[in-house]
């Protein structure tokens, strides 16, 4: 093919054309595995989830999220296609949408129509509003600084009470 595309490349480019199209699938195709494979072990491994579909399953799911152009209101069709989070407590499915944004975040976004971007964009919103929901309903943990800004505000205050006292 090189050697015909340098003697006529008019006659040739169409070939050209379509084996560059054919790699830059196959690449976006591969892209999608290797996304839905992390997204898998992530969950199976880390979050300690059954994972019934495999990573090609998975990519079919995404990439089929991603050209339909599922919007916010298909989060939660998306999330239980992937796995089951009924079960999970509120910071467990804080953590599967945050799997799931990252997820489809990084897929590429070529393969997003372009006049389904707006439906891109809902759908991470969505999945970011279900992380903050869950995430606000999840007590956090204080860290050592924090412990420590509470307790240096207490001595102050009871400080103050102090001195308030003294001069009554």
């Known amino acids: ?97 945050l799997l799931i944004r990252d997820a489809m975040t990084r897929l590429p976004m070529i393969l997003w129509p372009q006049e389904k971007m707006q439906m891109r964009r809902e759908l991470l919103e969505e999945l970011t509003r279900q992380i903050n929901l869950y995430q606000d309903d999840a007590p956090s943990v204080m860290t050592r600084d924090e412990v420590r800004e509470r307790q240096w505000r207490e001595s102050v205050l009871a400080m103050r009470q102090r001195e308030t006292r003294i001069r009554s």
């Open 1 to 97: 093919m090189k050697s015909d595309l340098r003697k006529n490349p008019h006659r040739s480019i169409g070939r050209y054309w379509l084996t560059m199209s054919d790699a830059s699938a196959f690449t976006l195709v591969r892209s999608g595995i290797a996304i839905a494979d992390e997204l898998r072990v992530a969950l199976c491994d880390k979050e300690k989830l059954l994972v019934t579909q495999s990573s090609a399953e998975l990519a079919v799911l995404m990439l089929t999220a991603a050209e339909a152009g599922w919007g916010k209101g298909k989060v939660a069709h998306l999330v239980s296609q992937i796995v089951d989070v009924r079960k999970l407590d509120n910071h467990g499915k804080g953590r599967v949408y």
